[in-house]
């Protein structure tokens, strides 16, 4: 397969932001030369006019560019003017986005008032029945021409009224129609967003910004990466809002964020984000604007790899084909490295961190499910029995035969060396790709590779020597290694998440080796945590919960937290916990069990895509949830 890059990026190997058109969202510009914008969402009734306006301010003053507010009715969206009045009058001219799903009419009066509304393709004028039909081309052409007539009065509203419009497609809400001619893909996202573009495009209709979010990073990157393909081949340019809906909260949320942004801001793509926490929305702005921040100062194009094609398919997922090494490459998961080759002394104690716990009074082991999978130990020699589990990697020169560990070589120390494993050999290589190394790798079965480019941002450096492997037909296994020296965890987690989101999501990664010198225990649970928001190994329990919004019809937060407290020790499981209906089973797709606000005070359970039981009190929902997962079997008891 060769893929050319110009498909959806203007360049892998050294950042350069796609070009895009300028939409203009009140005196906020958005796209072309104009920076990243940042933008979130109040969680407010938005009937609660001094709420939510109290609550813009404070994201406003957080950094918040744009400010989106939920207008589920007509009644809710006349309110937007006295919220927009309301900010007006306390100094505040940001620019406000009303959010519509299922009415249509609540839109055509927002866009009278606010500077932009979102509509999203699967709930505007669409059915969500997760019902299959076989549309005949002619019942498909007259569903659209139906889509037409009831989307176009607000197309009409929003050029008159000079008002932007986000065609934001979600892959849990994408409707019955697409997902009977597309499937649950993200094609059929593309396509969902495309058909409200041409209808805007007929009525000579412009000012659009378009989003394709997902809870599951790698279809939220493939379907943005096949958008911009879609876009170049119809000679469209607009501008694109990124966003991992219903990431979660705290650390596995912003970890989530950052990967599947990061993913495609290192693409070039993306002219404004929202991160999504089940949190505060003021506490999203930072961690978005830790990720614009990243690309302020990285140069623009410095020298062209047109010439390159794509050994892979960007817009599915699957692992470059590598070699089975003892247990890494081939069909293994990708494997988590540590480091305490820095340590005078290794002792037991030593390994708590890297998730092996030793009791002295039981003389056993006890191993985390985030227990690490080889560990660098420099000089150092291990005079203890290490758990089954462990491997160790040895400097090459105190390395021997007899050993329990593997050796760790440079490029120059291969070559000479006579002292080698039979089964595994570690090279550390800082080198460009060449053919000394080619060479070296080509008739050596043995051989994984430990690449650390030393680089500020690695993402771009390392892909290309992958793909340097893979047009060279050599499949020895990498694991890409770099040293983080920062002085806060969220920079280092978020850095790090950024930086092998891309590598992940394409599948080209072996195993990782992040290193936090100051938290060894943080660098570990950043590592299991990428490659469980990368979809790649899971390690924990995984939590689908949306950010909030005036729609949500419980305490989301409290909830999320509640459930976590009875349900963390499920690993593998997935949980979907969603305020309200409007994505809520569709974004649960892939999700073992959902909890889903139905009613005031109402909730409904959900086994994958599949209601079974309605309507239950809120203060019995979390009970109820825990006694569906053990009829299924998938409930064990914590330890």
């Excluded at 998961?333 to 716990?357: E, K, M, Q, W």
């Excluded at 225990?521 to 939590?543: C, D, H, M, P, V």
């Excluded at 409007?582 to 909730?603: F, L, Q, S, W």
Aim: glycine share 6%; with cysteine.
């Amino acid at each position: 397969m060769k893929i050319n890059l110009q498909e959806y990026c203007k360049n892998l190997f050294s950042y350069q932001r796609l070009p895009t058109r300028e939409v203009r969202v009140g005196d906020v510009s958005i796209g072309k030369d104009n920076p990243i914008r940042v933008q979130s969402m109040t969680t407010t009734d938005t009937l609660d006019t001094q709420g939510t306006i109290d609550q813009s301010i404070r994201m406003i003053d957080a950094g918040c560019e744009i400010v989106r507010i939920t207008a589920p009715s007509i009644k809710e969206a006349k309110n937007l003017k006295l919220i927009r009045d309301g900010l007006i009058s306390k100094g505040y001219k940001v620019p406000l986005v009303a959010d519509i799903h299922f009415t249509p009419n609540a839109a055509e009066v927002a866009a009278q008032i606010v500077e932009k509304v979102r509509i999203n393709p699967g709930n505007f004028a669409d059915k969500k029945k997760f019902e299959t039909h076989d549309y005949s081309d002619q019942d498909y052409e007259d569903e659209l021409v139906r889509i037409s007539e009831r989307f176009s009065p607000l197309i009409k509203i929003c050029k008159n009224n000079s008002t932007a419009m986000r065609i934001g497609t979600n892959h849990g809400s994408l409707s019955d129609r697409i997902l009977s001619r597309y499937g649950d893909t993200p094609l059929g996202m593309v396509e969902s967003a495309m058909e409200f573009i041409r209808i805007c495009e007929y009525w000579n209709y412009y000012d659009i910004i378009l989003s394709m979010k997902a809870s599951n990073t790698q279809v939220m990157v493939q379907a943005y990466r096949l958008l911009v393909k879609k876009m170049n081949e119809e000679d469209m340019n607009y501008p694109l809002h990124l966003g991992v809906t219903e990431a979660g909260d705290g650390e596995d949320g912003r970890i989530k964020s950052a990967v599947g942004i990061g993913a495609l801001l290192e693409d070039g793509i993306g002219d404004t984000i929202r991160v999504s926490l089940t949190e505060e929305p003021e506490y999203e702005i930072p961690v978005a604007k830790f990720l614009v921040n990243r690309y302020h100062d990285m140069n623009e194009l410095k020298k062209s790899f047109n010439k390159i094609h794509l050994p892979y398919d960007p817009y599915f997922h699957a692992k470059r084909t590598s070699s089975n090494i003892h247990n890494i490459g081939g069909e293994n998961v990708p494997r988590v490295f540590s480091d305490l080759s820095d340590l005078n002394n290794i002792t037991h104690n030593s390994l708590a961190p890297l998730g092996y716990l030793f009791s002295e009074k039981e003389d056993k082991w006890h191993i985390s499910d985030q227990a690490v999978d080889y560990i660098l130990i420099g000089k150092n020699d291990i005079d203890f029995e290490l758990p089954g589990l462990a491997a160790t990697i040895q400097h090459h020169s105190i390395w021997s035969k007899e050993s329990d560990s593997f050796p760790l070589f440079t490029i120059k120390s291969y070559k000479n060396s006579k002292n080698k494993s039979d089964t595994l050999n570690f090279i550390l290589i800082h080198e460009k790709f060449s053919e000394e190394i080619k060479s070296i790798l080509k008739n050596d079965d043995t051989i994984v590779i430990i690449l650390d480019k030393d680089e500020k941002y690695i993402a771009m450096g390392h892909r290309l020597f992958i793909i340097e492997l893979m047009n060279n037909n050599l499949q020895t296994p990498v694991i890409i290694q770099k040293n983080y020296e920062l002085n806060q965890n969220l920079d280092f987690q978020l850095d790090c998440a950024v930086d092998l989101g891309s590598l992940m999501i394409d599948g080209l990664v072996d195993g990782i080796n992040m290193q936090y010198p100051s938290d060894i225990s943080l660098s570990n649970q950043t590592s299991f945590g990428i490659l469980q928001a990368s979809r790649l190994r899971i390690s924990k329990t995984e939590y689908i919960s949306c950010p909030s919004c005036g729609r949500t019809l419980f305490d989301l937060q409290s909830t999320t937290n509640e459930i976590r407290s009875v349900t963390d020790h499920l690993k593998g499981i997935k949980i979907g916990i969603m305020g309200c209906i409007v994505n809520g089973p569709g974004e649960m797709a892939d999700a073992d069990y959902g909890y889903v606000g139905t009613g005031v005070g109402k909730i409904s359970l959900y086994k994958g895509q599949e209601v079974v039981e309605k309507n239950i009190p809120t203060q019995e929902a979390v009970v109820a949830l825990i006694n569906l997962i053990k009829d299924n079997g998938d409930w064990i008891d914590p330890q």
